[in-house]
């Protein structure tokens, strides 16, 4: 007989489940790929953030191979407390000298604690983080860490921001944007934030788990709108595009020392093994060299976009390999999403929390390893949906 305590968990979970919420886990019998094994069944897949295909690419693999063969495969202990290995450090000034050689690079294992160090090392309880209404969940979870005061703005509204901005008598002012946003793959207005930033001397913090690989030649989103500027923090991800795992911040030598020196979440946590970052140290070879993939992948969203015309449910503007198809209800996202897995088509449906309430969708995303005929397919199954 089940105690109180688990009985009400239990009743939570039955909510949840009734309200189409339910999530559940697919198990991948194979690498992650655009054809993995999934449940048992080998399917197409639209599903993962690996936008150029790099995260089973054999000189990852071998890197990784020799790295755990050389350095072992736990780092042991935190950056500062004897677990920060060469691969580490020469991975962060290969990281800083293609991003912004001006500034300078830090490792993270994840790319939620990347964003939990990053913000509350920039604020504190007399600080506002103005944030889009969009913003990935562990940003808004930095803002709560931080204690700081959590200003949200419509998303990509230059002007509402504006108006926060004038109105806040806060002591220190934080923006926080994702670059591209995970659930719709459109861009944030990035050169109006910066601007705002400069006349409201506030830091602008740029998460870019989604551009770094893809946009500006690689480098990311700031470098696709040609930004620079000592007020900028920018974060990207290492187990999206990068094919590994870990994230960096690339910010002022400044920020980044108040980071080492204060951040808890980057203090109190064991380096990733140094094997990552010799698989990452090859990954950014194939990243600079990656014009080829990442010429393939617009090829494939201008593609994709192009055979969907006209569905029903509504494509959002998207020039990125995510897609977003907005079907509304839960319960319909799902059937879509099951249609095409009827198919042998992996799309997830992305519900509430993770995207607003009334507009569950299919969040397809592409890979420079999916091929004209892997689009086609999808748009047709889609379209007889
Ligand atoms: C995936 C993601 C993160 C978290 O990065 P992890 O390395 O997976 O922890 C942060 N922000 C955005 C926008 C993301 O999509």
């Known amino acids: 007989m089940a105690n109180a305590l688990v009985r009400e968990l239990e009743r939570d979970l039955d909510n949840r489940r009734d309200e189409g919420l339910q999530r559940i886990r697919r198990t991948l019998d194979s690498a992650q790929g655009t054809r993995p094994i999934v449940d048992g069944a080998r399917v197409l897949a639209f599903a993962s953030n690996d936008y150029l295909g790099l995260a089973c690419d054999p000189a990852l693999v071998a890197a990784a191979r020799e790295g755990a063969a050389r350095w072992g495969v736990g780092a042991g202990a935190s950056h500062l407390a004897g677990g920060h290995q ?23 294992s994840t790319g939620y604690l990347a964003n939990l160090a990053i913000v509350t090392a920039l604020a504190d309880r007399e600080t506002a983080v103005f944030a889009d209404r969009l913003n ?13 005061q959590h200003v949200r703005y419509p998303h990509g509204d230059v002007d509402a921001l504006a108006a926060r901005l004038r109105a806040s008598t806060a002591r220190r002012k934080v923006i926080a944007t994702d670059a591209v946003f995970s659930m719709d793959g459109d861009l944030a207005p990035l050169p109006a934030l910066l601007e705002l930033a400069e006349a409201h001397d506030a830091w602008l913090v740029v998460d870019d788990a989604h551009g770094f690989g893809v946009l500006g030649d690689g480098r990311g989103t700031p470098s696709h709108f040609g930004l620079r500027s000592e007020r900028l923090v ?8 990068a094919g590994v795992a870990g994230a960096f911040a690339c910010a002022h030598p400044a920020v980044i020392e108040t980071i080492v020196q204060r951040a808890r979440p980057y203090v109190f946590t064991t380096a990733a093994p140094a094997m990552l970052a010799c698989a990452l140290l090859a990954s950014l070879d194939l990243i600079e060299q990656g014009a080829a993939r990442r010429q393939r992948l617009v090829r494939s969203v201008a593609r994709l976009r192009e055979r969907m015309e006209p569905l029903r449910w509504k494509l959002l503007p ?18 879509l999403a099951s249609h095409l897995w009827s198919q042998r088509i992996y799309v997830p449906a992305m519900r509430p929390p993770t995207v607003p309430r009334g507009t569950a969708r299919l969040r397809i995303s592409l890979s420079a390893a999916h091929t004209d005929d892997d689009v086609d397919a999808l748009a047709a199954a889609l379209r007889s949906a």
Do not use: W, Y
């Open 86 to 108: 060469a691969p580490h450090a020469a991975l962060e000034a290969r990281l800083a000298a293609f991003v912004a050689p001006d500034a300078r690079a830090l490792l993270f």
């Open 136 to 148: 990935h969940a562990c940003l808004n979870d930095a803002v709560l860490l931080a204690r700081a």
């Open 234 to 241: 920018h974060m990207g991800t290492l187990g999206k595009a």
């Open 318 to 335: 998207s020039q990125t390999p995510i897609q977003a198809l907005v079907v509304g209800g839960n319960d319909s996202a799902v059937a």
